[in-house]
Nanobody, 126 residues
Framework: QVQLVESGGGLVQPGGSLRLSCAAS????????MGWFRQAPGKEREFVASIMWSASSTNYADSVKGRFTVSRDNYKKTVYLQMNSLKPEDTAVYYC???????????????????WGQGTQVTVSS
């Protein structure tokens, strides 16, 4: 099973930027659909963004659309989440996840993913 390791979290002021990275262990990384989710204290894990294996298609939660950008480098087996114009409500633990492809999946639901990283904390505060 693919193993995922996130990095890049931290403390940033409102309006600032961060870039999260998620490195995968498997050579078959390019076959996985990759997703980013986040979970704030006392809340359920929520979808942030997803990207197909060829990077031909991306999807975003309405709350981050226009501010966040998901990308991937299949050669480096890494997926990225560029976060701009950060807001205090973006504060959460951010997780990357990997899913095998199926036409029946939406990739918005955590249970559709097969592997998860350990998470990285993002705190937006002045």
């Amino acid at each position: 099973q693919v193993q995922l390791v996130e990095s890049g979290g931290g403390l940033v002021q409102p309006g600032g930027s961060l870039r999260l990275s998620c490195a995968a262990s498997e050579q078959t990384f390019s076959t996985y659909v990759m997703g980013w989710f986040r979970q704030a204290p006392g809340k359920e894990r929520e979808f942030v963004a997803s990207i197909m294996w060829s990077a031909s298609s991306t999807n975003y939660a309405d709350s981050v659309k226009g501010r966040f950008t998901v990308s991937r480098d299949n050669y480096k087996k890494t997926v990225y989440l560029q976060m701009n114009s950060l807001k205090p409500e973006d504060t959460a633990v951010y997780y990357c996840a990997a899913a095998t492809y199926s036409r029946r999946k939406t990739y918005y639901i955590p249970s559709e993913y097969d592997a998860w990283g350990q998470g990285t904390q993002v705190t937006v505060s002045s």
